[in-house]
């Protein structure tokens, strides 16, 4: 090896050794999360899972299980793992009644809110909308207890599967419907209310990126029984739409509207004449 290649191969390795001496988490953080996360899943929905509990005993043994894998995946955090772990699995499990109802108000909610759902199961197994809705819940109740990393790699799992980018961060009422929804991205600091409906590519962003702006308000607060279509864009900390209204497919929205509200995006139609047509439009695939 020559004399200049070994000198960039040793700052490269005192570079290496360097970061695994200050970074701890590991691949290993995220496959457990993903794998305590399916577990979990498999635990509140026998759809998911090949276990039959025949008592309330055998649902209280697997609880306690879930618990000490809930310890032992935060403990993989190493130097970022909080000081009370073991308050903090407590805690997460005796959310479970509560993420377990609300999950099955959100399936219940889509089946009967979408003509060409035939049962609830086929939402719970088949809608990506469901999944998406089920990992944040589960990575939400993580995040407020903050726990660091872990409630993201949860949803960006979630972003990953589904094409639903939810930040583990916004709250979000139950029920709640997630119809298609591919694109769809919500904030960290969005607020949903009970009733409301998102259709595919729905953004609810941020007036602004600046990292100054890391712990405020910076995204829009959604009113009880809102219908959001497909493309809308809402943006800013500041805007509030009204419970009851309706926004309209490609809408975009910086201010706030008030409740019974339809907001339209118009189309513009003029009748061409025969064999009229127009270069921006005439093309061939």
């Known amino acids: 090896m020559k004399t200049k290649n070994r000198n ?4 490269l390795a005192d570079k290496i050794l360097s970061k695994r001496k200050t970074h701890y988490c590991t691949s290993l953080l995220k496959k457990e999360a993903i794998q305590y996360l399916n577990s979990l899943i498999d635990f509140l929905f026998p759809h998911f899972s090949s ?11 697997k609880l306690h299980l879930l618990e000490r894998d809930l310890i032992q995946l935060i403990q993989l955090l190493n130097c970022l793992a909080p000081s009370n772990i073991e308050e ?9 009644p509560y993420i377990h109802d609300m999950l099955w108000a959100d399936a219940e909610f889509i089946y009967k809110g979408d003509p060409a759902a035939e049962s609830i199961d086929e939402v719970i197994l088949a809608y990506p909308g469901f999944m998406a809705i089920v990992i944040f819940r589960i990575a939400h109740e993580l995040y407020k ?21 939810i930040h583990p961060g916004a709250s979000i009422d139950s029920p709640f419907f997630i119809d298609h929804g591919t694109g769809i991205v919500i904030g960290e600091t969005s607020i949903i209310g009970k009733n409301v409906k998102l259709y595919q590519g729905v953004t609810l962003g941020a007036l602004s990126v600046d990292k100054n702006l890391a712990q405020i308000k ?18 800013g900390g500041n805007t509030i739409i009204g419970n009851n209204s309706i926004i309209g497919g490609n809408s975009w929205i910086t201010h706030s509207i008030p409740p ?5 995006n118009k189309s513009e139609v003029r009748v061409r004449k025969t064999y009229e047509f127009e270069n921006t439009i005439d093309f061939i695939i």
Do not use: F, M, W
């Open 8 to 11: 960039i191969l040793n700052d």
């Open 51 to 61: 276990k039959v509990y025949y008592t309330k005993e055998d649902v209280i043994c």
């Open 88 to 96: 903090i699995a407590d805690t997460i499990i005796s959310k479970l």
């Open 145 to 165: 207890v903050k726990v660091p990393i872990i409630p993201r790699i949860l949803t960006e799992h979630a972003h990953q599967i589904t094409g639903i980018d």
């Open 218 to 235: 910076r995204h829009p607060t959604i009113e009880d029984d809102v219908v959001i279509y497909s493309q809308a864009v809402i943006l």
């Open 260 to 264: 019974n509200s339809i907001v339209n």
